[in-house]
C-alpha cells in the first residue's frame, strides 16, 4: 500500500490542524491495516502518536497528546485522519503516517515504528508561540 500524508502547516499554539493519510494501491482493503500516525522533531527519534486499527475498532493515543487530538478514519475513503488540537510549540514536528496488517495481543506493539512495514512521506507542522 502506498501511503500520502496530507494537511500540515503553520499554526500558532492553541490552534488546531487536521492530518489525513490516504492509502492506495493495496489489493486489500484499507479497514485491514492498522494506521499510525508517528512525529519526528529535530536532532529527536520518531516517536508514536497515535493509531487506528482495523476500522477504528482499536485505537490508541500517546500520552502526551490524549486529549488534546483524535485520530478518526473512513474506510470507504482509504483515509485515516489526525484532528490535532489545542497545538503547543513542542508539538511541531514532521508527521508520517504508517500501516501495518500485523495483529498482536499487546497493544504496545503499535506503538513501535518497526512494527509497521509501510510508510508515507511526512508533512511539517510547525506550531509558533
Known amino acids: 500500500v502506498q501511503l500520502q500524508a496530507f494537511g500540515g502547516g503553520l499554526v500558532q499554539a492553541g490552534g488546531s490542524l487536521r492530518l489525513s493519510c490516504t492509502g492506495s494501491g493495496s489489493g486489500r482493503p484499507f479497514g485491514d491495516y492498522t494506521v499510525g500516525w508517528f512525529r519526528q522533531a529535530p536532532g529527536k527519534g520518531r516517536e508514536f502518536v497515535a493509531a487506528?486499527?482495523?476500522?477504528?475498532?482499536?485505537?490508541y493515543l500517546a500520552d502526551d497528546v490524549n486529549g488534546r487530538f483524535i485520530i478518526s478514519g473512513d474506510v470507504a475513503k482509504n483515509t485515516v485522519y489526525l484532528q490535532m488540537n489545542s497545538l503547543k510549540p513542542d508539538d511541531t514536528a514532521v508527521y508520517y503516517c504508517a500501516a501495518t496488517t500485523g495483529t498482536w495481543y499487546d497493544s504496545t506493539r503499535y506503538y513501535g515504528a518497526a512494527t509497521y512495514d509501510y510508510w508515507g512521506k511526512g508533512t511539517q507542522v510547525t506550531v509558533s508561540s
Open positions: 487506528d486499527s482495523r476500522g477504528g475498532r482499536y485505537r
